[in-house]
């Protein structure tokens, strides 16, 4: 593991320590990397009324494109488990980088996965397929 994929899975390792977890207890952080090489944290947002929850990768990248920004390299999540992306979260990256980095980790820094978000989501749906 290099250098900098070490500091981006201890950014999201950060990130998940802010997690609003009420409900399932289930811990999540993200560390998102623009190209510019800003990192964008993010957590898990709990709600009582599930469906409006709000996943750490999503946290991320809205922080980041709400800052203008719109080109990523990487990104790493951690669980306890080393558990990959939701279907949601890998569809809101692939709109923006479907080539990214993806860092799948647990808490202890270890790395389970590192591969490009388009093995992910394999045939993703993307912003090319609207072009007339």
């Avoid at 980041?64 to 306890?80: C, K, L, M, N, P």
Wanted: proline share 4%; aromatic share 10%.
């Amino acid at each position: 593991m290099s250098a900098q994929e070490r500091l981006l899975i201890e950014a999201a390792i950060t990130a998940s320590q802010h997690a609003y977890i009420r409900y399932s207890n289930y811990r999540v952080g993200a560390a998102l990397r623009a190209v510019n090489g800003l990192i964008y944290h993010g957590c898990n947002i709990e709600n009582a009324s599930y469906p409006v929850t709000i996943c750490a990768e999503r946290v991320a990248l809205a922080k980041a494109v709400s800052d203008g920004v719109r080109e990523f390299d990487a990104i790493a999540v951690v669980t306890a488990n080393g558990a990959s992306p939701c279907g949601m979260c890998r569809q809101m990256l692939f709109e923006f980088a479907p080539q990214l980095q993806v860092l799948i980790a647990d808490f202890y820094g270890t790395l389970h996965h590192k591969l490009p978000l388009s093995d992910l989501l394999f045939l993703g749906f993307g912003p090319t397929h609207l072009e007339k």
